[in-house]
């Protein structure tokens, strides 16, 4: 085993009406508050006037910041920074998935640190600090939520890159599944999706790390077990509850400690499907799986066996890639790229874009040559 730190500051409260507390949880870090969400999912599944109501009970004065897309991007980090740093405000509430949690973490940052946005997410500047953060998660997929890690997208100068910071970690988040009931079937699936990945790039990290190998093993099966359910019954809420456990537990520490690092190349190789084309993360996911299985097939045999055998209890490497592949077909996810339908699909682009960014993973590293055989065997 590697040597490692573990370390998880963020309090979760997790389960039906857990937000009934957040007004308390608020007061006792200010009443200046910003409120950061997405684009109007909170306001149509009721979460927005929960929160609102727990906000006029305490009287906190409150800023909103709406509109971070999916796959957020630079530019609303800074101009929500630049709200947060005029109305000095003291703690900030993030609430949707992983777009919005993530652009707030950033934008914590900044206000503590009077910063800009890109020079966080580029490490140039020595953080003091960040602003409180609570999240609000509506969406089960990233782990974001209990977790120091932010990705945020630059067009200027083409990157969605990840940037992580002990002081990242939210101080609270709330978790309740019947949140996530109003999430639609494609972006559940996406969910599903996401959370297996984290599981799995962990699992491709560097170092002998046994009792984290099985816990993977265990995460990936509630996966198995439930989000087909869950795919079939979109508002159970033991199904959403299940899931939404097993996405946070996937990238929260569980699945990394005693490895040096994760992998993390096939999230290299997605994030600029995302950054080009706008694919949903956890589609891109499904797509280039399988593919960078299949390419690793030849060189780490006995680890894809190992993981078919906590998995799915098989032993044959190559069966357990065309399990993950079915899988993910069987979530409703893609797994070619062409099923999406993007026009104007550019090959030679997205080459371009990896090659330039070094797509690659921190254990696994990729030739020039190799992209093309990666993009062919999922195109
Ligand atoms: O914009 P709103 O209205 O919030 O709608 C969102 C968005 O359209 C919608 N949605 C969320 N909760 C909903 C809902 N719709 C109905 N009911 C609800 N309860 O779902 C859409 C997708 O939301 P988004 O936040 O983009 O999804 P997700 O949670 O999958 O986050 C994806 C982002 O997280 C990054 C990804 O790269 C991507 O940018 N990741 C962050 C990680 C981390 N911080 O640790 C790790 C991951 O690997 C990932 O890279
Ligand atoms: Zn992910």
Known sequence: MKNFVAYNPTSVYFGKGVVNQLGEVVSK??????????????????????????????????WEYEG?????IVED??????????????????AGGGSVIDSAKIIAVCIANKSKGWDVM?????????????????????????????VVQNHETEEKI????????????FLDPQYTASVPANYTSYGIVDL???????????????LTDRFVGAIIQEAIEYGPKLMNDLTNYEYRSKIMWAATNALNGVTGNGRVTGDWGVHGLGHVLSLLYDVPHGASLSIIYPAWLKFHLPLIPERIALLGKYVFNINSPEETITRFELLFKQLGSPVRLSELKIPNINNEEIIRV??????????????????????????
């Not at 980090?77 to 993030?94: H, P, S």
């Not at 990840?162 to 988040?173: C, I």
């Open 162 to 173: 990840g940037f992580g910071h002990p002081s990242m970690f939210p101080k609270h988040s």
């Open 29 to 62: 870090l200010g009443l200046k508050v910003l409120l950061i969400y997405g684009k109007g999912s909170i306001k149509k599944n009721g979460v927005y006037n929960d929160i609102q109501s727990q906000l006029k009970q305490i009287n906190a004065k409150v």
């Open 196 to 210: 297996i990945a984290h599981s799995l790039e962990n699992y491709f990290g560097d170092g002998d790390a046994t």
């Open 122 to 150: 580029k490490n140039k500047i020595t953080i003091s600090g960040a602003i409180p953060l609570i999240g609000i998660l509506t969406l089960a997929a990233t782990g974001t939520e209990m977790n120091p890690v932010a």
């Open 77 to 94: 980090v800074d101009a929500a920074a630049k709200m947060g740093i005029e109305n000095q405000i003291d703690v900030i509430i993030a």
């Open 68 to 72: 971070i897309k999916s796959n957020p």
């Open 354 to 379: 990896w090659i330039k960014n070094k797509a690659q993973g921190a254990y696994f590293k990729f030739k020039p040559e190799d992209y093309t055989t990666l993009l062919q065997a999922f195109e």
